[in-house]
């Protein structure tokens, strides 16, 4: 009982941030319908069982504007999962995410709040923990996205090219959530000399 009062302080006055992983869409059903719908349509095969490597290995690295056109359609029709919608709720300072697609996006977004996409290692917002204007960082791009900085890997090429960009990023989720030192190491520690 002491850990969840501990735990529900610490939450309260923050900073909070949440890590939403790529399997976050097979949680409830263990099954992932975007997986599903991209290896059906693209292809490859993954002898451990279907994960988004698959990806790489499919016919959607020979067209990459199409591919990431239907995946991104795709992601229209897919709903969140109900207790993301329970997660949403929360008051979150930020949130990192290696999930490629952008159906948790709206979900986070409400009358009290915006979301504010982050896809490259270049940008730094000026406030990283605002809880009004969230930072969403996709660690591996978005699906949604044509800028080549911002969208997936579809090839093992291209997933050894974002792989550093994603671990820059990643190293930000440190500075964000550091309760002593948080907004000022994170602009000093985080910028490319």
Avoid at 153 to 178: G, T, W
Wanted: net charge negative.
């Amino acid at each position: 009982m002491i850990q969840l009062q501990n735990f529900g302080k610490r939450i309260s006055t923050g900073p909070v941030v949440l890590f939403l992983g790529q399997n976050y869409l097979k949680l409830d059903t263990n099954t992932d319908p975007l997986l599903l719908d991209i290896q059906s349509k693209f292809g490859g095969e993954v002898s451990t069982g279907p994960h988004y490597n698959l990806i790489l290995e499919s016919a959607a690295k020979h067209s990459n504007n199409e591919a990431l056109a239907w995946i991104s359609e795709r992601c229209r029709h897919i709903p969140a999962p109900e207790w993301l919608k329970v997660v949403a709720n929360f008051g979150w300072n930020s949130i990192f995410s290696s999930a490629i697609d952008n159906i948790w996006m709206s979900e986070f977004r409400n009358e009290w709040r915006d979301v504010a996409p982050i896809f490259d290692e270049q940008y730094f917002p000026p406030d990283p923990r605002n809880r009004h204007s969230m930072h969403c960082t996709f660690l591996f791009g978005c699906v949604d996205q044509t800028d080549l900085e911002a969208r997936p890997p579809l090839s093992q090429l291209d997933f050894l090219k974002r792989k550093p960009v994603a671990m820059n990023l990643a190293r930000r989720l440190i500075m964000v959530s550091d309760v002593n030192n948080g907004h000022e190491t994170y602009h000093t520690a985080t910028r490319p000399a």
